[in-house]
């Protein structure tokens, strides 16, 4: 089959979060099974300033913006043996960050993400590429399903592609005012209730759910969980008209990209059949983050974007607690103030076994997978989660509240049908947490219990080579539907 990828962020090329990792694991995971994959993502300074080799390509198109002609260029990278196409246009995309500084959200990106989205249908013609699936990602490729079900719903060259639609975080919807309908090539037409309007605004979100062949998300929980209005941000109704044709499948993870035997940014590699390098890791961990080197002392480590979403008020009032407990704290992350704040002010009352990087670092995020002992995620809400996926494969224990795909992947010693593999706790409150964390921290003295633990997770297998298929499946059903061969 030949399949496009389209997302706003791919690793290694540009990378916020767990979007990335998806939008390169799947498609290298693709790739060997035959099939013609190829990318689509904008061509960020970040990428320029990467390192990887780009080329500079021939075509570009050209997209009218309020009556101004504006040009996206296409250059080429390659990942492995799939071509990524970037598109180059420096006034959208020659900026520091991604979607916005930590102020707030670039207040043009209605505008740099539709013009994104139809320079890629204009390439795709000029390269006369033309796909049998479309697969695109969250609120800034929405518009791909909307153009191609309204603005261009009689462009022949697309008429037997199928699209699917992935959404990695309802809680991120696009939301713009109507005034940038114009700005985005949208007729007013679809501004109904019936399609992209949301309580008098443009959401891109609920335009790619409605347009899209067969809508996914990231894991069979959180496909439940957004059918209800208590987790449904708005759109569970929107989704429910949706439900034949909405999936959740577990995310994997890249693992060639994530192993302990392999990684290069870990003091020492281990693995599965032999552990002792991981407290040469551990060890050395603490020494980087300057706590008191104590390889009996339970580490518990977190990778993470400190927002509400993942659990920091939980965190933040349990930091004076933490600071007291026999037990080490490591945390990587940038993100609201506030946390930011309450790390910072716990190592300024004297806190020796709290450490907390600020920033977004991909040599140190490989090294508190691999150094610490536990991995904290207790989030509010969590669509899948890679963070639990990648502990495990490092042997770290997750501690997780049972929400999403954390739910569909930690299983807890209490959970009597499951083999366990972590520590979970149900209710969204510090109390709830801490006792799962004390839980975690008797059952560490416990070696051999502890070993299996560790193993488990090890042995699991959260590769991408069960979910592939079902995405393939679902592939397959909606080229059938627009009468291709699948
Ligand atoms: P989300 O996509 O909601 O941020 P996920 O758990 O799905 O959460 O994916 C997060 C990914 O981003 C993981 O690969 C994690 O290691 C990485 N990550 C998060 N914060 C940082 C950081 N500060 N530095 C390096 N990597 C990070």
Redesign the pocket.
């Known amino acids: 089959m030949k399949i496009l990828f389209v997302a706003s962020e791919v690793t290694p090329f540009a990378k916020t ?3 990335a ?1 998806v939008a390169s694991a799947l498609p290298k995971t693709l790739r060997t099974l035959g099939h013609d994959v190829r990318i689509m993502m904008p061509f960020y300074s970040v990428v320029e300033r990467g390192g990887m080799a780009v080329r500079k390509g021939r075509k570009s198109a050209s997209v009218m913006v309020d009556g101004v002609e504006k040009k996206g260029f296409l250059r080429q990278a390659a990942l492995g043996e799939i071509p990524v196409y970037l598109i180059e246009n420096k006034e959208y995309f020659s900026r520091d960050e991604l979607y916005g500084t930590p102020g707030g959200d670039y207040p043009d990106n209605a505008q740099r993400f539709s013009f994104f989205c139809r320079c890629v249908l204009e390439l795709l013609k000029k390269m006369d590429f033309r796909p049998d699936i479309i697969h695109c990602h969250d609120w800034q490729t929405a518009l791909i399903p909307h153009y191609l079900k309204h603005e261009r719903k009689n462009d022949p060259f697309f008429a037997r592609t199928g699209i699917i639609f992935t959404i990695h ?1 309802l809680a991120y919807q696009g939301l713009f005012p109507r005034e940038e309908l114009s700005t985005m090539g949208l007729s007013k037409e679809c501004f109904t209730i019936d399609w992209l309007e949301f309580y008098g605004k443009i959401n891109l979100l609920k335009a790619g759910i409605l347009a899209a062949d067969i809508v996914t998300t990231v894991s069979e929980n959180y496909c439940r969980e957004i059918c209800t209005p208590e987790m449904g941000c708005g759109l569970h109704g929107v989704l429910q008209t949706r439900k034949d044709d909405l999936v959740g499948i577990l995310n994997g993870l890249d693992y060639e990209e994530w192993n302990p035997a392999m990684d290069k940014e870990i003091m020492k590699n281990y693995s599965h059949a032999s552990l002792s390098g991981k407290m040469v890791d551990k060890i050395g961990l603490q020494r980087l983050m300057g706590l008191a080197s104590a390889p009996e002392t339970p580490v518990f480590g977190m ?3 400190m927002v509400a979403q993942k659990g920091f008020d939980l965190i933040a009032e349990l930091l004076p607690e933490i600071a007291k407990a026999p037990m080490q704290f490591v945390m ?3 993100g609201e103030e506030r946390y930011v704040k309450a790390f910072t002010d716990i190592k300024a009352a004297g806190a020796r076994n709290v450490a907390f990087a600020a ?4 040599s140190l ?1 490989p090294k508190i997978y691999a150094g610490s002992d536990m991995f904290l995620m207790p989030s509010f809400f969590e669509p ?4 639990q996926l ?1 502990a495990m494969r490092y042997g770290t224990v997750p501690v997780v509240r049972r929400t999403g795909g954390l739910a569909d992947s930690v299983f807890d010693p209490r959970d009597n049908d499951k083999t366990p593999n972590g520590f979970v706790f149900e209710e969204y409150g510090a109390e709830a947490l801490w006792e799962a964390m004390n839980r975690a921290i008797t059952a560490y003295q416990d070696k051999a219990f502890w070993k299996k633990l560790m193993r488990r997770g090890m042995s699991s297998d959260y590769s991408w080579q069960n979910s592939v298929h079902k995405y393939l499946d679902l592939y397959r059903k909606a080229l059938l539907r627009k009468g291709g061969e699948a």
């Open positions: 979060g767990g979007l990792d975080n990778v993470s974007r990587l992350g940038s920033g977004f670092d991909h995020a899948c989660g890679l963070g990648i």
